[in-house]
């Protein structure tokens, strides 16, 4: 007996645990986190509350509730392409996010959507930089009343209806940000993590995750999946929000009802490759003291790079041995380049190899594939 209480506890744990490692397929958010954090959301599928304001022949979204009033040539607006025209102007808007800066002006996977008339509109036929304009595509309007009952999903959606009150909320145990449900740390404490519930996610600070028979770690992901119920205020500051907690117990799994429709991926992004470097692959004559920078055709996922990128000398010396010198990495978002610096200067008149390791990814997750450079030092 107590043998098959242990194996259906054991199993228990790992389906909670693989529970937590789900993510789901849509993002409930606010507008403004969308501008701030463009790069997190940038290609993913989206659900905001919002209003939809038609001028000159385009909607954009505005905050649900705000007057629609405003110059749809102003920065940092998000353009809604239909799916289908909905017969009403607010609601759950969702579809498929993504800055136009961050495209190329020739994106040949973007063909069914009339962006250059738009851009002609806004910026005069300027291609927009990064964080500068943004579109929804593929976009539906759900019919939905207000949220009344604070629940974490209605939270994420309306934090602004819920600042500065008290709520109880049940929420899967996600560790700090361990499955990137978020697009940014809260860093308010060591102890903050995230719950999650549906298709939204919430900061918890202010409080340590233990109580009464249970102690989570945030860091751990073994201890992610476990059902909290938390009791706190919601706390709202531009794009974060958050609950400071003030108690919590273990809960079970709420009915995760929402409204849905199933809405397939609009386009899908190409899998990040290698478009330049500098050395250029094979030169040589580079001088030893020199950083070595290689640029991406995808926004990079900077933490990807940690403990793969490997620098080595593969032909040294008969008999000699040379230890490739440490190295420092870092990813500078703004070109989508990786910068290579080493403690030391390089060997002289050495052949170098720089690998980029399996295991580096875009910010949408999609992996690069292993690759190789390599060129000759001079003196």
Do not use: C
């Not at 549906?198 to 751990?220: K, N, Q």
């Not at 991926?265 to 470097?277: C, D, K, L, R, W």
């Not at 094979?282 to 030893?288: C, H, L, N, Y």
């Amino acid at each position: 007996m107590r043998n098959a209480f242990g194996l259906a506890t054991a199993v228990a744990a790992v389906l909670s645990t693989v529970g937590g490692a789900q993510a789901p397929t849509r993002i409930a958010t606010t507008l403004n986190a969308l501008k701030t954090y463009a790069v997190f959301y940038h290609g993913k599928q989206i659900v905001v509350r919002a209003a939809v304001v038609q001028t000159d022949g385009v909607a954009r979204l505005t905050p649900a509730g705000a007057s629609g009033e405003g110059d749809p040539r102003k920065a940092s607006s998000v353009f809604v392409f239909w799916k289908d025209r909905p017969p009403r102007a607010d609601g759950e808007i969702r579809g498929e996010f993504w800055d136009l800066g961050r495209l190329r002006e020739d994106d040949n996977r973007f063909t069914a959507y009339d962006f250059h008339s738009l851009v002609q509109l806004v910026t005069g036929g300027r291609w927009p930089g990064r964080d500068e304009m943004f579109v929804l595509v593929g976009a539906s309007l759900i019919e939905a009343p207000p949220p009344t009952v604070p629940n974490v999903r209605n939270i994420a959606l309306m934090p602004e209806h819920y600042a500065d009150r008290g709520v109880t909320v049940v929420g899967r145990f996600r560790g700090r940000n361990l499955y990137g449900d978020l697009p940014a740390p809260l860093n308010r404490m060591q102890w903050d993590f995230v719950i999650q519930s549906a298709d939204a996610a919430l900061w918890v600070s202010a409080i340590r995750p233990r109580g009464r028979g249970f102690e989570l770690d945030p860091g751990a992901k073994a201890d992610t999946g476990r059902w909290l119920q938390v009791s706190g205020t919601v706390r709202y500051d531009g794009a974060k929000v958050w609950i400071d907690g003030e108690s919590l117990q273990l809960a079970t799994p709420p009915s995760e009802t929402t409204v849905d429709v199933v809405v397939p991926p609009v386009v899908t992004e190409a899998p990040p490759q290698v478009i330049f470097s500098a050395p250029l692959p094979d030169e040589t004559d580079v001088a030893p003291a020199g950083a070595v920078r290689i640029q991406f055709s995808r926004d990079m996922d900077p933490r990807s790079f940690r403990d793969h990128v490997r620098v080595s000398y593969p032909s040294p010396p008969a008999g000699a041995t040379l230890a490739a010198p440490p190295v420092t990495v870092a990813y500078h978002e703004g070109n989508r380049s990786l910068e290579i610096k080493f403690g030391k200067p390089l060997e002289r008149f050495q052949k170098v190899k720089v690998d980029l390791l399996e295991g580096i990814s875009a910010i949408d997750g999609q992996q690069l594939q292993p690759w190789t450079l390599t060129f000759t030092t001079g003196g």
